[in-house]
């Protein structure tokens, strides 16, 4: 039986078809036993109705972060929807700007235990680096990409680090994963450059978390 996912893809500083050439790259070798499906956040809601094995986000909150009056996709009906889905055996990955702009203090980052703080103006190289213990793969492969280099917050003592970044700019936290309920959950921070999100290491990181999410 397939498994089902589900991707929302792209907002003003992150080009949707860039992002969506990187997952199919990623997930070309699973293709036996997974489909994916690109929708848009309106249609989010219902597709969580279906429980589809994984869904896969990368797309910041803000729908106009140019404009002094911000608008925001995710409610809070959404963003309980999500969570509910999540305790109850879904799976679910936070991606690059799937970590930004959500409120701090809500249900979703409860449930990702880290959140995106900031990157520094000037794309700058970045290393990947895989840790010990990893709970996501078994594969790893370290990689150095020009990146915007994503520091976040994340509640290390709660999760399972898996991948750390480094750069002239310091380092941070850049992969983690836990169980969340009946669910699981991964946050990768990488990337926003094409170059790096069509290298073959950060192909090789998103192929083996979405294995990890499906329990493949």
């Not at 992002?19 to 219902?46: G, H, M, Q, T, V």
């Not at 969570?83 to 702009?101: Q, T």
């Not at 010990?132 to 709660?158: A, I, Q, R, W």
Request: charged content about 20%.
């Amino acid at each position: 039986m397939h498994k089902k996912i589900y991707s929302v893809l792209g907002d003003y500083y992150h080009e949707h078809d860039l992002l969506l050439d990187a997952l199919n790259k990623a997930i070309r070798p699973l293709l036996s036993y997974i489909e994916l499906f690109d929708i848009i956040a309106d249609d989010l809601p219902e597709i969580i109705t279906q429980k589809p094995n994984l869904i896969i986000l990368n797309k910041e909150n803000r729908v106009n972060p140019a404009e002094q009056e911000k608008q925001y996709w995710m409610t809070r009906s959404i963003e309980k929807q999500i969570f509910d889905y999540v305790v109850n055996g879904g799976s679910f990955i936070a991606w690059h700007a799937g970590l930004a702009s959500y409120p701090v203090e809500g249900q979703f980052y409860s449930m990702l235990k880290g959140y995106f703080k900031s990157h520094p103006n000037e794309h700058i190289m970045v290393k990947y680096i895989f840790t010990e213990g990893m709970l996501v793969t078994d594969k790893p492969v370290n990689f150095e990409v020009l990146d915007e280099h994503y520091f976040v917050e994340c509640n290390s003592s709660d999760t399972n680090v898996f991948l750390v970044s480094q750069s002239v700019e310091g380092s941070s936290v850049a992969g983690w994963a836990h169980k969340f309920g009946n669910g699981r959950v991964c946050c990768i921070t990488p990337s926003h450059m094409k170059e790096g999100l069509l290298h073959m290491g950060m192909l090789n990181l998103l192929q083996q978390c979405i294995q990890w999410c499906c329990k493949t």
